[in-house]
C-alpha cells in the first residue's frame, strides 16, 4: 500500500468513526457546522486573505456595538451616536456581511426570485415615480443585482461584483449618517440623491435577506412594496389611495417609520450585546457544561439522556439565539444517547427539537421578542420577564414528562452511573442544605450591595468589581481542582455517567457573568442595552484570564501560549457573535419595511374588517387565524421577523375584536400569543428547518421527524390560548401568594394535559380517560369558564340604573359598560369598557370621579362627558356614546371549588389506571418473560 493509499485509508476511517460517533447517518462534523453556517452565519468565508478581512469587519462590529452600549463615549466625549445614526451604522455592517458570507443562490427557486423580485420592484419604483423624481438610473439598479444573482458566486471565493453590492449596500445604509443633519432639515421632501439611497438602499435590502434567510420574508416584504403603490387597484376592503416613489422613499429609508423603524432600534440596542454575551459564553465552554452537568444529574433516569438534552437545551437557549445551532450543539451529544438507551430515530430527534426550540420562550432573553416587547407594548422589561416566565417553565416541565412518559411506555432505562446513590433522605437533606446556603449568599448579597453603596458612593463600582473578581478566582480555583470537561463519545460501547460534584464544580465561574445579567436586568432595574454591556464585559475579562488562570493553577506552565489562546477565543466569540447577528439584522431591518406599510397605508383597520368577517366575530375563531398565519409566515420566516410581522397586523385586531366581544385581552397577552405561535413554525412539517437538522444529526426522516415533534410540542401550542383566558398564568396582578399557588395547580393541568396526548399517564390510557384528562386539565387551567355557567359573576342591569348599579359595585371593581358609538374613522362600533370604581358616598359620585357624566334620553343613557386623563377615557369611552347594557359584578362563589370535582374525577383516573398497570407488567419484562 502506497503512503497515499494509506494516508486516504486513515482519513476514510477517520470520517466513518467521527459518524458513528455522532450518529448522524452519514453527515460529517463540516457538513454539520456549513448546515448551522449556511442558515446562521453564512457558509462563505473566500481566501484566507478575505476570511481574515471578513473576521475583521465582524469584530468591528461587535466592537463598534460594545462601544456604542457603554458609557465610554458620554465619559471620554466622543463618538456619541443617537438611534438613528447608530441604526444607520448597524445595518450597514448587516448588509455587508450578508453579500461577503452568503453566496448569490443557493437553488433554481431562488436564483429565480433573486432575478424576478429586483425586476418587479424596480419596475414598480419607476412607475411610481412622479413628475420630477428621477428614475432614469432604477434600470441600472436592477441589472447590477440581476446581473450578480446569474453570474452567481462561489462558496469559496467572492467575485467582484459580490463586493461591489457589498460596499453600494453599505454605503446605502451609511447615507442617513453622513446626511444626518441635511435630512433632518428635509423630511417629507427628498432630493435626488436621496432617491437613489433609498431605492438602492430597499432593493440591495431586499436581496440581502433572500440570501441570508431565504425568499419568503422577502417575498411577504415585496408584496407590502406592491400593496403600497398599486392600492387603488386593490378590493375595495383593504383599497387605499396609493403613494408614489417620493412618499415611499421618505417613508421607508429616509425617517425611523420603515426600514430605520423600531425593530431595526431593538436590534442595535439590545440583541446584538445579548447574541454575542452568548457567543462569548459557548466559545469560554458553557455550552459543553450546561450539556455535561445535565447529563450528570439527569442521564441515570428512565429516558435520561432525553430528560437530559431537554434541560441543557433550556440552559442552551440562554446562550443561543438560533432553533438549528442549538440542535446541531447539543443535539451532536444527546441524540446518539437517545437512540442508546430505546428512542427511535426520530423520536430522538424530535425531543432535541421540542427542547432546543424551546429555548427562545425562556427568559431573560427570548431570543429578541422580549426586547421587541417592551417597545411595542410599552411596559419595562422586567414585566416583559414576568409575564413571560410561567408559561416557559411550565412548558420544559412538561416537556420533561413527555419524556418520561415515552420512556415508561418503551420500559427503557437510564445510563450507568460511576457511583452509588445516596439514600432519599440524605439525597433531601442535601438538597434542602444547598437551598439554604444559596438563600443566605442571595440574601447577603443584596443586602451587602445595598449597605455598600450607600457608604462608598464613588468607589463602589469598583469595589464591586474586585468582589466580583475575587469570586470567580476563588471558583476558578475550584474548577482547577477537577479533570477539564470533555464531551465523551456518545456512541461508545459503554458509557458512564459524569459524577454530579466535580462535573457541577469543574464550571461554577461560569454562571458569574449569568448573575451579573439577571442582577442588573432584576434588580439594579438597568436597561437591557446596559444590563448586557456590563455581563459582556465581565464575559470578556474571563474569557481572557481563564485559560491563564487555570494553567496556573494546575501548574501546566505554558503561560504565555494560554494568554495567546485567550485572545484567540475571545476574537474568535467576537466574529462570531457578529455573524449570528446579521440574520437578526436582515430580518428587523426588512421587517421594517412591512411594518412601515402597514402604518402608510392603514391597512391595519382594513385588516380588522377581514378578520372580523372572516371570523364572524368570536374572538377563538379569530385567535386561531391569528395563529394559523404565524404558522404559514413562520415556515419561511425568522421568529423575530415572524413576531414583528403578524404582531404589527394582528395584535391591535385581537385586543379591540376582543373588547367588542367582551372580552378585555392585555396586549402583552397577544404579543405572547404571536410570539409562541411564530416558534411553533419551527417545528411544524413540511418547512420545519430545526427538524431538518435534527434528522440531519439522527438520520431520521425530516418530516416524521417535524410530525412527532409537533406532538411533543402541543403543550406549547395549548398555553397561548389559556393565557389569553386567563391571565393568571402571565401573573397579570397576582401577588406572590397567588403566584405560586397558579404555577402549581398550572404546572399540575399541563402534566395531565400532556399525559392525554401522550396516550398513558399511570397505564395506556382508554379513550374515555384521555376525554376525562383533557377535562381535568382544562378545569384547572380555567376554573371560572365552569363557575361562570353556575354562578355569573355580573348582573344585567337596564342602562337607565347605571347609577344605581355604580353605588352597589364594591369598591376596586370593575363596573361592565357595553357602549355603541363612532370609531376614529367614523364607522358605527360596539364595545365594553370596564370602569373602575372607587370611594364615593353615591354611585353619581363614584361615576364621576371615574370621569363619566350622563343625560337621560328616555330609557337610553347618553355619555355628556369624559374627563381628560380619566379612568372612562383610558377605558375608550368618549362623548355621545350610547350605554346598551350595564354589568354589575355580584357575590359568587369561589371559582376554585371546581377544583373539587375535577380532583375527584382524577381520583378516579388514578385508580382505574393503578390497577391496570399493577395487573401489566412494564414493556422491558414483558419482553424478558416472552424471551
Known amino acids: ?11 476514510t476511517q477517520a470520517a466513518a468513526v467521527e459518524n458513528a460517533a455522532a450518529g448522524r447517518g452519514g453527515l460529517s462534523q463540516a457538513e454539520l457546522d456549513e448546515l448551522v453556517a449556511s442558515s446562521d452565519t453564512g457558509g462563505r468565508a473566500g481566501s484566507p486573505g478575505v476570511a481574515k478581512f471578513i473576521m475583521l469587519v465582524a469584530v468591528a462590529w461587535s466592537l463598534f456595538q460594545l462601544w456604542y452600549a457603554s458609557p465610554l463615549p458620554f465619559i471620554f466625549g466622543f463618538g456619541v451616536f443617537n438611534s438613528t445614526e447608530a441604526r444607520s451604522i448597524h445595518l450597514a455592517f448587516a448588509l455587508f456581511l450578508a453579500f461577503a458570507a452568503f453566496p448569490a443562490a443557493r437553488t433554481k427557486v431562488q436564483m429565480v426570485l433573486g432575478i424576478g423580485i429586483p425586476l418587479l420592484i424596480g419596475t414598480l419604483f419607476m412607475i411610481s415615480a412622479g413628475d420630477g423624481q428621477p428614475s432614469w438610473w432604477i434600470p441600472i439598479v436592477m441589472i447590477g443585482i440581476v ?21 453600494i449596500g453599505a454605503g446605502a445604509s451609511l447615507y442617513i449618517l453622513v446626511q444626518y443633519d441635511a435630512i433632518a432639515n428635509r423630511v417629507g421632501a427628498p432630493i435626488p440623491a436621496d432617491f437613489v439611497a433609498g431605492v438602492v438602499g430597499m432593493m440591495l435590502l431586499l436581496e440581502a435577506t433572500r440570501r441570508s434567510l431565504g425568499p419568503a420574508l422577502m417575498i411577504v416584504a415585496s408584496v407590502f412594496l406592491l400593496y403600497t403603490v398599486l392600492g387603488p387597484y386593490m378590493p375595495s376592503i383593504i383599497a387605499h389611495g396609493g403613494n408614489n416613489l417620493s ?4 417613508h421607508h429609508w429616509i425617517t425611523t417609520q420603515g426600514v430605520f423603524g423600531i425593530a431595526l432600534g431593538v436590534s442595535t440596542q439590545f440583541v446584538f450585546l445579548f447574541v454575542l454575551f452568548g457567543s462569548l459564553l459557548d466559545k469560554a465552554g458553557a455550552g459543553n457544561y450546561f450539556i455535561q452537568v445535565a447529563f450528570s444529574l439527569m442521564g441515570h433516569m428512565k429516558g435520561g439522556p432525553a430528560k437530559a438534552a431537554v434541560v441543557s437545551s433550556g440552559m442552551t437557549g440562554l446562550i443561543s439565539g438560533s432553533s438549528i445551532a442549538n440542535v446541531v450543539t447539543t443535539g451532536t451529544f444527546t441524540i446518539p444517547l437517545m437512540k442508546k438507551v430505546g428512542f427511535s ?6 425531543v432535541e427539537v421540542a427542547s432546543s426550540v424551546n429555548g427562545q420562550i425562556m427568559p431573560p432573553v427570548m431570543g429578541a421578542a422580549a426586547f421587541l416587547m417592551v417597545e411595542y407594548v410599552g411596559i419595562p422589561y422586567f414585566d416583559v420577564v414576568k409575564h413571560a416566565f410561567l408559561p416557559a417553565v411550565i412548558s420544559y416541565i412538561a416537556l420533561v414528562y413527555i419524556v418520561h412518559l415515552e420512556a415508561v411506555k418503551a420500559g427503557m432505562e437510564g445510563l450507568p452511573r460511576a457511583y452509588e446513590p445516596k439514600p432519599l433522605v440524605r439525597r433531601l437533606i442535601g438538597i434542602a442544605f444547598a437551598i439554604v446556603v444559596i438563600c443566605v449568599v442571595s440574601f447577603a448579597t443584596y443586602y451587602g450591595i445595598g449597605w455598600l453603596r450607600p457608604a462608598f458612593p464613588n468607589t463602589a463600582g469598583y469595589i464591586l468589581f474586585v468582589l466580583l473578581a ?12 477537577e479533570k477539564p ?20 464544580r469543574s464550571g461554577l465561574h461560569f454562571i458569574l457573568p449569568v448573575v451579573v445579567l439577571v442582577w442588573a436586568l432584576m434588580v439594579d432595574r ?13 464575559m470578556i475579562f474571563i474569557l481572557v484570564t481563564q485559560k491563564p488562570l487555570l494553567a496556573l493553577m494546575r501548574g501546566e506552565g505554558a503561560f504565555g501560549g494560554a494568554i495567546v489562546e485567550g485572545f484567540k477565543d475571545l476574537v474568535s466569540g467576537l466574529e462570531t457573535g457578529a455573524r449570528n447577528m446579521i440574520g437578526i439584522g436582515i430580518a428587523t431591518a426588512t421587517a421594517g419595511i412591512i411594518v412601515g406599510a402597514v402604518s402608510q397605508t392603514g391597512v391595519g383597520s382594513a385588516l380588522a374588517e377581514v378578520v372580523e368577517v372572516l371570523s364572524g366575530g368570536n374572538i377563538l375563531a379569530i385567535l386561531f387565524l391569528t395563529a394559523i398565519l404565524s404558522l404559514i409566515l413562520g415556515m419561511g420566516l425568522p421568529t423575530t421577523a415572524n413576531y414583528i410581522v403578524v404582531s404589527a397586523l394582528l395584535a391591535p385586531v385581537i385586543v379591540t375584536l376582543g373588547q367588542q366581544n367582551g372580552l378585555i385581552v392585555p396586549l402583552i397577552a397577544v404579543h405572547l400569543f404571536v410570539f409562541y405561535f411564530g416558534i411553533m413554525a419551527d417545528v411544524t412539517p413540511p418547512v420545519g428547518l430545526a427538524s431538518f437538522a435534527a434528522a440531519a444529526v439522527s438520520g431520521g426522516d425530516p418530516i416524521r421527524t417535524g410530525v412527532v415533534a409537533f406532538f411533543y410540542s402541543l403543550r406549547t401550542a395549548a398555553l397561548p390560548f389559556l393565557f389569553i383566558f386567563n391571565t393568571e398564568l402571565l401573573l397579570i396582578e397576582v401577588g406572590w401568594a397567588q403566584g405560586i399557588f397558579v404555577f402549581i395547580v398550572a404546572t399540575v393541568a399541563m402534566l395531565l394535559f400532556a399525559a392525554a396526548t401522550q396516550g398513558w399517564f399511570l397505564a395506556k390510557n382508554r379513550i374515555y380517560e384521555t376525554i376525562a384528562l383533557l377535562l381535568i386539565a382544562f378545569t384547572l387551567f380555567r376554573p371560572g369558564f365552569w363557575m361562570d355557567m353556575i354562578a355569573p359573576p355580573f348582573e344585567e342591569v337596564p342602562p337607565a340604573q347605571i347609577v344605581e348599579a355604580a353605588a352597589n359595585t364594591p369598591v376596586g371593581e370593575d363596573l361592565r359598560i357595553r357602549v355603541a358609538g363612532l370609531n376614529d374613522i367614523g364607522d358605527p362600533i360596539e364595545f365594553v369598557a370596564l370602569i373602575e370604581m372607587g370611594d364615593g358616598a353615591t354611585g353619581e359620585d363614584r361615576l364621576m370621579d371615574a370621569g363619566i357624566e350622563f343625560i337621560q334620553d328616555g330609557d337610553r343613557m347618553i355619555i355628556d362627558n369624559v374627563a381628560f386623563g380619566s379612568v372612562a377615557q383610558d377605558a375608550g369611552l368618549d362623548w355621545d356614546q350610547e350605554v346598551l347594557r350595564v354589568l354589575q359584578p355580584v357575590p359568587a362563589p369561589s371559582k376554585y371549588l371546581m377544583f373539587i370535582p375535577a380532583l375527584a374525577l382524577l381520583a378516579l383516573v388514578v385508580w382505574l389506571q393503578r390497577g391496570r398497570a399493577a395487573r401489566t407488567p412494564p414493556p422491558a419484562r414483558r419482553e424478558t418473560a416472552q424471551a
Open 1 to 11: 500500500m502506497t503512503d497515499n493509499d494509506k494516508r486516504d485509508a486513515d482519513q
Open 345 to 350: 430515530a426520530e423520536k430522538a430527534g424530535a
Open 526 to 538: 438597568l436597561s437591557p442595552g446596559l444590563s448586557a454591556f456590563w455581563a459582556t464585559g465581565f
Open 147 to 167: 446581473g450578480a444573482v446569474v453570474l452567481g458566486s462561489p462558496k469559496d471565493n467572492i467575485p467582484p461584483w459580490e463586493w461591489a453590492l457589498a460596499i
Open 485 to 504: 470537561l470533555e464531551l465523551d463519545d456518545p456512541n461508545a460501547p459503554v458509557t458512564v455517567l459524569p459524577l454530579p460534584g466535580p462535573t457541577a
Open 470 to 481: 475575587l469570586v470567580y478566582i476563588g471558583l476558578l480555583y475550584v474548577a482547577s481542582r
Open 247 to 250: 412618499q415611499i422613499v421618505n
